[in-house]
């Protein structure tokens, strides 16, 4: 299995970015994916996910700002996130979801800030 994590940078408060995630080893239309994040002096936490039959869910924190998403062809995931807040600065991570894993793959930093 490998994850790469791409699309983070520097981001104004109330800007957007959209996050990649390619991933080999395991087909993301048969299960579920999730976005992670890990802030500084934090622990990783789940913040979006989506079920091999479509069904999302966000954490609290992000609902409403973030939207998930897939394309089965490319065997990608996605995450969009807009409206960011300074709370937002995490190194985010994609990873297949209720499955405990050691492995996390290249995060992609994403810091707000102006």
């Known amino acids: 299995v490998q994850l790469q994590a791409s699309g983070g940078g520097l981001v104004q408060p109330g800007g957007s970015r959209r996050l990649s995630c390619g991933v080999s080893?395991?087909?993301?239309?048969?299960?579920?994916m999730g976005w992670y994040r890990q802030a500084p002096g934090k622990q990783r936490e789940l913040i979006a996910a989506?079920?091999?039959?479509?069904?999302?869910n966000y954490a609290d924190s992000v609902k409403g700002r973030f939207t998930i998403s897939r394309d089965n062809a490319k065997n990608m995931v996605y995450l969009q996130m807009n409206s960011l807040k300074p709370e937002d600065t995490a190194i985010y991570y994609c990873?297949?979801?209720?499955?405990?894993?050691?492995?996390w793959g290249q995060g992609t930093q994403v810091t707000v800030s102006s």
């Open positions: 080893g395991m087909i993301v239309s048969s299960i579920t």
């Open positions: 990873n297949r979801v209720g499955v405990k894993t050691n492995y």
């Open positions: 989506i079920t091999s039959g479509s069904t999302i």
